[in-house]
């Protein structure tokens, strides 16, 4: 990778994974095999999308406090952050001469207003952590900077390109508002002005926001205790009924997986149209929010699995919506899979596309970045 002259050379992924050892071995092997390294030393850094951690943000040298700061946080993301402690020591153990960058996602958020990342509790709480950090950053970053390209914004575009190393610049002239659904497995909604996030579904942990897979998204605090003295289960098994039988699985009792549910539905399944309307509404919910906020829109935008394939969903998401300047290319929409489109039609006041997510892209540019700001 240079300046302006980035290429993707090879991807891949391993799944089910066991033994980090034998993947990683794999994973270089396999750089080496197509010619893409010569040595394993020969690699200048590696890239590791790490959540949350507990007092660090940002894009860091992945060493031992980050390694610190993702077990300080262990309990807040358990399907994250033990993964990645483990991923980045294992790299460090192995290839210790080659350096590893971590990007957190929460890193997008920091320039958010305070008062969208305070909950209303006591002031120790917020100390101990108890924050709105926002989540999936990597993602919202790049919709923040290829809208600002596709709108021919590049002042704007620019400034969220560099928001990691200048941090945010003023921007003369009509603000550009910007609504990004990121929809997959995990799911948020993120209000973006002048390729800044000002606000995440999302809050203190990838648990919040918007139903996900098979986990619950927004729920009233009180929920737990009640239902932990009501169906007399402990607060352990509480949170595992949240964290794996809940979301799009736990409403419509089939799946957590969208073609599943459209699948089920079109075979007149109630329970799956239900998970599937309690899905669009949600995300309904939060663009509404976010237009208020962000003072109107300029682009709404769907990325990830859900966000790339699903046209219905989209298609329910837009519906009605006219007086608000939104208008869908029903026609276009339809036809768009996986691909960047723009699917708002000619008299739409705000455009709508479908932008495919890419944070290794993301992730890439701000290790280069890291490696070439430290010299
Ligand atoms: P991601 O986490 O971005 O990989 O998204 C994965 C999710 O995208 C899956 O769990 C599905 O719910 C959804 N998805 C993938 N392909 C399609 C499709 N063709 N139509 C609707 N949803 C899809």
């Avoid at 305070?114 to 970053?141: C, L, M, N, T």
């Avoid at 029903?330 to 455009?351: L, Y």
Wanted: charged residues 25%; hydrophobic residues 40%.
């Amino acid at each position: 990778m240079e300046d302006g002259n980035d290429e993707l050379l090879t991807q891949g992924g391993f799944e089910r994974v066991t033994d980090y050892d034998l993947v990683i071995d794999q994973c270089l092997k396999e750089l080496m095999d197509v010619g893409h390294l010569d040595s394993v030393e020969s690699l200048d850094a590696i890239g590791f999308k790490t959540v949350l951690g507990k007092d660090l943000t940002g894009c860091v040298e992945a060493d031992e406090k980050v390694i610190e700061a993702l077990e300080g946080f262990e309990a807040v993301a358990p399907a994250h952050n033990p993964v990645y402690a483990n991923g980045i020591r294992k790299f460090r153990e192995k290839i210790p001469s080659v350096t590893s960058v971590a990007l957190f996602e929460t890193a997008f958020y920091q320039w958010k207003p305070e008062v969208a990342q305070r909950y209303a509790i006591p002031k120790k709480w917020h100390d101990a952590g108890v924050q709105r950090w926002g989540f999936h950053g990597a993602s919202h970053k790049f919709i923040a900077e290829r809208s600002a390209e596709l709108l021919g914004r590049d002042d704007v575009a620019e400034n969220a390109r560099q928001l990691y190393v200048k941090g945010p610049s003023k921007i003369e002239g009509k603000p550009l508002r910007v609504i990004s659904c990121h929809l997959g497995g995990s799911s948020s909604v993120t209000a973006i002005r002048n390729g800044v996030a000002i606000g995440c579904s999302m809050g203190f942990s990838p648990q919040s926001g918007l139903p996900q897979n098979n986990r619950v998204g927004d729920l009233d605090s009180m929920a737990i205790p009640y239902i932990a003295k009501t169906l007399d289960i402990s607060l352990v098994e509480a949170e595992r009924q949240l964290t794996k039988e809940s979301g799009l699985l736990g409403v419509s009792g089939i799946s957590n997986d969208v073609r599943d549910l459209e699948e089920a539905m079109e075979e007149g399944n109630t329970d799956a149209k239900f998970a599937f309307d309690l899905l669009v509404h949600d995300i309904r919910h939060w663009i509404g929010a976010y237009a208020f906020e962000l003072g109107g829109v300029d682009a709404l935008v769907f990325t990830a699995g859900i966000g790339e394939n699903g046209q219905m969903l989209r298609a329910q998401v837009c519906e009605g919506l006219e007086e608000f300047g939104l208008v869908l290319d029903k026609g276009v929409n339809d036809k768009t899979r996986g691909k960047e489109v723009k699917i708002s039609a000619e008299d739409s006041k705000v455009a709508i596309y479908v932008i495919p997510a890419n944070e290794e892209l993301v992730i890439a540019k701000e290790v280069y970045r890291f490696m070439k700001n430290r010299g």
